[in-house]
């Protein structure tokens, strides 16, 4: 099964060759581009396919033969437990604190005393990973009560050309500020709301399931079962 | 200082069964001249029936076996030595907490007040573990981690590993080493104990928030309601049923043997069950949470990292996110999608705040009752809930 899986791509690949060769009849078009040797035998693809263990699974070399007893711990990838409270977690009394101070104070003086201080200043922020880019609360603060009279003013005039969208990137703040500081008037969330049913009377049911399903799925992480 | 030992006075329910002739003020009439018990009926009583009733025809069928039938049963002795119970208690009080109120509604007779007692006990005991156990547990999770563990349901699984079997109907001739209960159609549940909302009472509307569940309802939270008493499925029954017969019996340890032997039993058998309180937990925007779970304990504000990824071009991708605070690592968790990574990475940072536990040797308030114990050092106390 698998050799079949392996050698049809290139089955697929020789039947335009053979076309090639039997209309030009010529014997040098044949030559492949990059000389590779393919998985042809069961004798190949068995050595390709094995592979070494990781030198976790290994016994250590380090001693010489009858090395004493040694237990092999290597225990799948998996979640970490929220029973292992972080160390910003646990209170001022806690004596897993005293001992997590006390082990990172130790190993810093080691560190300290085999590297520069140079180089530990650095390895501050370099280390941790990479930000990920989403939206999030970043608060300015830089609206008075005019402006926010302002939002309002303009939202009671015109909801539609005003919209929440139009006045966050008005008054450089979020669009739920704007939610909350300048309400649209009741008729016209009315309306809106009117809108969005007739845009759903339009879904079938596949849109329709697929929004439930999205939903359950929601519930289901926020339960986690996901 | 001396203890006083209710275990040294013996046989106190059969002596309070003794006023099951005089009428009590709950109790009906035609209830009250049940004269069922031992011999234990005054002399004055029988002669009034005897000349009031001597052409009358016989009394009608009791509704739960005689106790006088308590020490034949191979069943109820098999039982009482398979919880290896102390010999204080007597075959008697065993039989009396397997009778039900929806047998024998007469409250001289049926376990209701030793499962009342009961109850108080189990909850009082795993209330006090796992506050110490986990003290920032929400007030919602801590009701439900109580029911887990004191509920009904979880009860009535004990009482059939203890080998509790029910009787096909409760009467006078079945073997009393059976449970007797039916469901019967006007049964009332009259074990709900709480207090009751004027608002409720007077049949107005009214939010119903935690702090009411706190001060107000039973001890799970659960509401209490007098206008009109909940008509309960037949599992829900069956699992009442059941569950009261383990509250009766600690009641009854209780009675005879005292505090630290019903303390050991509750312990053994009902805090000794596994419960994993990270699978109660529902969250509905966690990183917002955890967002004002850091401001308000003054941690820098999360940020979620891109730990690692494999597959981004791929159908099933993972992307596994780090939440810090600072150079603090608060929680981690792997998705499918970057979103739900972050999503599942804050609600494992939040549910490391939630269980946090000063140890698996916690010690309890009521343990200082025991002669000799060390002085007492305040738990852990968290300031509460994030709102």
């Known amino acids: ?226 | 200082m001396k203890r006083i030992r209710p275990s040294r006075w013996s046989g106190q329910l059969l002596q309070a069964r003794r006023g099951a002739g005089i009428p009590a003020a709950r109790t009906p009439l035609c209830l009250a001249i049940r004269c069922q018990s031992t011999s234990s009926v005054p002399a004055s009583d029988s002669s009034t029936l005897d000349s009031s009733s001597s052409a009358s025809p016989p009394p009608p069928p009791l509704p739960a076996p005689s106790f006088d039938r308590a020490p034949q049963s191979a069943k109820l002795a098999a039982l009482h030595a398979r919880l290896s119970l102390s010999k204080k208690i007597p075959l008697q009080t065993l039989a009396r907490a397997l009778v039900t109120p929806s047998a024998d509604a007469n409250p001289n007779f049926n376990n209701a007040n030793l499962a009342y007692l009961g109850s108080t006990i189990i909850n009082f005991h795993v209330y006090e573990y796992l506050v110490c156990k986990w003290p920032r547990l929400p007030m919602a999770i801590l009701y439900e981690a109580l029911r887990a563990y004191a509920g009904d349901e979880s009860l009535q699984q004990i009482a059939r590993r203890w080998g509790v079997e029910a009787a096909a109907a409760p009467g006078e001739e079945v073997d009393p080493g059976l449970l007797q209960w039916k469901a019967g159609e006007g049964h009332v549940v009259n074990t709900r104990w709480g207090y009751i909302r004027s608002e409720a009472a007077k049949g107005k509307a009214w939010r119903r928030g935690l702090s009411s569940r706190v001060v107000l309802d039973s001890d799970f939270g659960d509401q209490v309601s007098s206008s009109d008493p909940e008509r309960l499925e037949y599992n829900a029954l069956q699992s009442e049923a059941f569950g009261s017969v383990v509250q009766a019996v600690i009641g009854a340890i209780y009675t005879h043997c005292g505090r630290d032997e019903a303390k050991a039993f509750v312990k053994s058998h009902i805090l000794s069950r596994e419960l994993d309180p990270s699978k109660l937990f529902q969250f509905k925007l966690p990183t917002r949470e955890l967002a004002m779970l850091c401001a308000r304990e003054g941690f820098e504000p999360p940020i979620a990292r891109l730990e690692s990824e494999t597959g981004r071009l791929s159908r099933t991708p993972v992307y596994v996110v780090g939440i810090y605070s600072g150079k603090e690592k608060l929680g981690e968790g792997a998705g499918a999608s970057l979103d739900v990574a972050r999503r599942k990475a804050s609600m494992a940072s939040l549910k490391a705040w939630y269980l946090y536990s000063p140890g698996n040797k916690v010690r309890v308030p009521s343990d200082m009752m025991e002669q000799g114990a060390k002085p007492w050092t305040a738990p852990h106390i968290d300031i509460g809930e994030i709102i």
């Not at chain 1, 070399?61 to 998996?78: E, H, L, M």
Request: hydrophobic share 35%; aromatic share 6%; glycine share 2%.
């Open chain 1, 1 to 226: 099964m698998d050799l079949r899986t392996l050698l049809q791509p290139a089955t697929q690949l020789l039947a335009p060759l053979r076309h090639l060769s039997s209309s030009s009849s010529s014997s040098s078009v044949l030559l492949p581009l990059i000389a590779t040797r393919g998985h042809k035998t069961t004798a190949r693809t068995k050595r390709s396919l094995k592979m070494a263990p990781h030198d976790s699974f290994l016994p250590s070399r380090s001693a010489a033969f009858p090395a004493a007893d040694q237990i092999i711990y290597n225990p799948p990838a998996s979640e970490a437990s929220p029973e292992h409270t972080p160390f910003l977690f646990l209170p001022r009394n806690d004596p897993r604190r005293l001992a997590i101070m006390r082990l990172r104070n130790t190993s810093q003086l080691s560190t300290s005393a085999s590297s520069s201080a140079g180089a530990d200043a650095a390895a501050g922020d370099g280390e941790l990973p990479p930000e990920m880019r989403y939206k999030r609360r970043q608060p300015k603060y830089n609206l008075t009560k005019e402006h926010i009279d302002e939002m309002r003013r303009l939202r009671a005039e015109d909801p539609l050309t005003w919209s929440v969208q139009r006045l966050a990137r008005k008054f450089e703040c979020s669009t739920v500020f704007v939610q909350m500081a300048a309400p649209a008037p009741e008729e016209h969330l009315r309306w809106l709301r009117a809108k969005m049913e007739r845009k759903k009377e339009r879904w079938g049911p596949i849109r329709t399931a697929a929004r439930e399903d999205r939903k359950r799925r929601a519930e289901m992480l926020y339960r986690g079962e996901l």
